[in-house]
């Protein structure tokens, strides 16, 4: 793999991903939204170039000064939070602007196209989660990510491109959104409030964001047409041991909150990755334990804290 293109190059995975690229020598043709602030988040290296198109524009993209690229990896999704994700309408844009991607990797040359899917298609089930796991989404999102798995996979067949699609459970790391569990925690402890949180019984896999660009990496490379590969750690654990671990790594006497939100109606309580089919097939171990791991992120977020209060 000498040349990527990737979509939603902004968020934690695709920042870790341009990261391991630059460490490999492989090139990044990476498509941001025009005018996002976020596209200051990418590293600047000669190897990385920037191409500035949304998402609803992917058909009219100009390729001619793009050259030919061996993998596209497509994280670009639109409506994620809260609300939007039972927006029917948003959500259906997102199944065409992923057929949209799969057409732009044809135009692009790509033997493989690697589509970013989510546990959300699988509603609550129990066990660990693996391709042979039956998948009923409970929301708008999840439903659009399973529907843009399997059209996507039939447009690859029409163009002869590799298809791998993964479903990626719960990734933490510098540049993730500031609405998940792990950065809302970080913040409100950076600011010595008490994190208000549910009991955290539940059991969760976590994935440091440069493991997970590591298996997108191995997937690129050796992922197998057709196959649909769950993007975790193997290992699920008490959300309450993650949380004291965030707490004590920046204020051991800080109060957690714990039992004061109420689980919700529809919460998942065990949520783990079976990644024995994703090691078979290419090599892919899990390197950074979440002690490690949470302390970058910890560095990352107490550096932009640091520059919004100098702001």
């Not at 341009?18 to 988040?41: D, F, L, N, W």
């Not at 409100?188 to 969760?204: N, S």
């Not at 309450?240 to 006497?253: A, G, N, S, T, V």
Request: charged residues 25%; negative net charge.
């Amino acid at each position: 793999m000498n040349r990527i293109a990737v979509t939603g190059p902004t968020g934690a995975i695709g920042i870790a991903l341009i990261q391991e690229c630059i460490k490999s020598q492989i090139e990044v043709y990476a498509i941001c939204r025009p005018g996002s602030a976020r596209t200051a988040r990418i590293p600047r290296n000669d190897l990385v170039h920037i191409i500035e198109c949304s998402l609803d524009k992917l058909e009219q993209l100009d390729t001619a000064d793009i050259p030919a690229c061996d993998v596209f990896y497509h994280f670009g999704w639109a409506a994620t939070i809260g609300d939007a994700r039972n927006d029917t309408r948003l959500q259906t844009d997102n199944i065409r602007y992923t057929i949209d991607a799969v057409q732009l990797a044809g135009k692009l040359g790509c033997e493989a196209f690697v589509g970013s899917g989510s546990q959300a298609e699988y509603g609550r089930v129990e066990g660990d989660l693996s391709a042979a796991t039956p998948a009923f989404p409970e929301n708008g999102y999840g439903i659009a990510k399973l529907c843009a798995g399997q059209m996507s996979r039939i447009e690859c067949e029409k163009l002869g491109i590799r298809h791998v699609w993964t479903r990626i459970l719960s990734v933490y790391g510098p540049c993730d959104s500031d609405k998940t569990m792990v950065t809302t925690t970080i913040r409100k402890l950076f600011a010595g409030e008490k994190p208000a949180l549910t009991a955290g019984e539940q059991q969760w896999d976590y994935l440091y964001s440069a493991d997970a660009a590591r298996a997108m990496i191995a997937i690129g490379e050796k992922g197998h047409n057709g196959k649909v590969y769950c993007i975790g750690g193997g290992k699920a654990h008490p959300l309450k041991e993650y949380i004291m671990e965030i707490r004590d790594q920046i204020d051991p006497d800080a109060e957690l909150g714990f039992g004061e939100i109420p689980y919700g109606a529809k919460q998942v309580m065990y949520l783990c990755a079976d990644i024995s089919e994703l090691t078979q097939d290419t090599g892919f171990q899990p390197q950074t334990d979440f002690k490690s791991g949470i302390a970058e992120t910890i560095q990352w977020m107490r550096s932009e804290w640091r520059q919004h209060e100098n702001n």
